[in-house]
C-alpha cells in the first residue's frame, strides 16, 4: 500500500471509528458489539494469511510477548471505550484519545527509563490539562452522568498508551498483519468471555441496521485495515509525522459527530479542545520550535 494512501487511511478511520463505536452499540451490547468488531477483524485476517505463503506469524516467546502486550491495548482501551459511548460523545471520545502520546510519554519514563520530560513538554502538560478540566466541566454541567464516561475513557486511554509503550520493549520485527492477529487471537477469546460474562444475550431483535453496519465496518476498516495501515506508515515515516494524526483526528471526529450525530459543540468544549490541541502541538514539536529560534 502507497504510504500516502496508508496515512489518509488511518486519519479516516481514527475519525470515524468513535462514531462507529457510539452507534455500534446504540442498540447491541457494548460487551458484544466489541467481540463481534474483533471476531469480524480476527476471522478475515487470518483467511488473509492462510492465503499468503509468504508472511510469517510466529509464536515464539518473544512474538507471544508482543502479542501479549498488544492485546492490552486493545481490550482495555477498547472495552473501556464501549463502556464510555454510553455517556459521551464519539467526538468527546476522540478528543481524549488525542491525549495517548502525553500519557505514552509519562509512561515511557518509569517503563522504558526515558528522560523526565523537558521544559517545553511540561508547557505541553499543563495546557492539556487545563483544557481537559474546562472540557469536563462543561460535560458535567450538560450531563451528570458524563463524568463517568470521561472516567472510563481516560482510563481506557491509559490502557492503550500503556500498551504502546511496552510494544517499544520488545526487540523484534514481525509483518504488520503478523502483529495485528497475534494481537486479536490473544483479545477475542478475552472479548467473548466478557460478554458471557457479563451478559450472554443476543436479543438479535433489538439491533438496528445502524448498529450492524457499524460493527462490520469497524470490524473491516477500523481493527484490521486500520491496524495495518497504522503499523505500516510506522515503518516508513517518522514520529513526528505520524503523531500529526493526533492532531488530525479529533477535529475531524467532532465534526463528524456535530453533522451525523447531531452533537453539540459547545463554546467551552472549543475552548478546552483548543487548549489540548495547542498542547499536543508544543509536546510534538515544542523542542523543534526552540531549537529553530535559537539558531536563527
Known amino acids: 500500500m502507497p504510504v500516502p494512501l496508508a496515512y489518509f487511511a488511518v486519519v479516516l478511520i481514527w475519525s470515524t471509528t468513535p462514531l462507529g463505536i457510539v452507534w455500534s452499540s446504540a442498540s447491541v451490547s457494548p460487551t458484544l458489539a ?16 492462510l492465503l499468503s505463503r509468504s508472511i510469517r506469524f510466529p509464536w515464539h516467546k518473544e512474538a507471544l510477548k508482543l502479542y501479549s502486550y498488544s492485546s492490552i491495548g486493545i481490550v482495555g482501551g477498547m472495552l473501556l471505550s464501549y463502556f464510555a459511548a454510553g455517556y459521551i460523545t464519539s467526538g468527546m471520545m476522540s478528543l481524549m484519545f488525542g491525549l495517548a502520546p502525553i500519557f505514552s ?59 504502546g509503550v511496552l510494544v517499544k520493549s520488545v526487540q523484534i ?7 495485528t492477529m497475534g494481537a486479536l487471537s490473544l483479545s477475542t477469546p ?14 438479535i431483535a433489538q439491533w438496528q441496521s445502524k448498529s450492524v453496519w457499524a460493527i462490520i465496518y469497524l470490524g473491516v476498516f477500523g481493527s484490521l485495515l486500520g491496524f495495518l495501515a497504522y503499523f ?10 505520524v503523531a500529526l494524526i493526533t492532531l488530525l483526528t479529533p477535529v475531524i471526529a467532532m465534526s463528524l459527530g456535530a453533522w451525523l450525530n447531531n452533537e453539540t459543540i459547545t463554546l467551552k468544549l472549543i475552548v478546552g479542545a483548543t487548549l489540548i490541541m495547542t498542547g499536543l ?6 523542542e523543534k520550535w526552540r531549537l529553530k529560534k535559537r539558531l536563527n
Not at 490539562?129 to 469536563?136: E, K, N, Q, S, T
Not at 520485527?173 to 502483529?179: E, F, K, R, S, W
Not at 478475552?190 to 436479543?203: K, M, P, T, Y
Not at 506508515?233 to 509525522?241: D, E, G, H, R, V
Open 34 to 49: 466489541v467481540f463481534l468488531r474483533m471476531l469480524i477483524a480476527l476471522i478475515l485476517g487470518l483467511s488473509i494469511l
Open 105 to 163: 510519554g509519562l509512561l515511557a519514563q518509569y517503563v522504558l527509563g526515558e528522560p523526565p520530560f523537558s521544559f517545553m513538554r511540561k508547557i505541553a502538560l499543563m495546557l492539556c490539562f487545563i483544557g481537559l478540566g474546562i472540557v469536563c466541566l462543561d460535560n458535567i454541567s450538560v450531563n451528570s452522568d458524563s463524568l463517568i464516561g470521561l472516567t472510563l475513557i481516560l482510563v481506557a486511554v491509559i490502557f492503550f498508551s500503556l500498551s
Open 173 to 179: 520485527t514481525i509483518h504488520p498483519l503478523a502483529t
Open 190 to 203: 478475552a472479548f467473548f468471555l466478557i460478554w458471557l460474562v457479563f451478559d450472554g444475550q443476543l436479543n
Open 232 to 241: 505500516h506508515i510506522l515503518q516508513k515515516l517518522s514520529a513526528s509525522t
Open 281 to 286: 502541538a508544543t509536546y510534538q514539536f515544542g
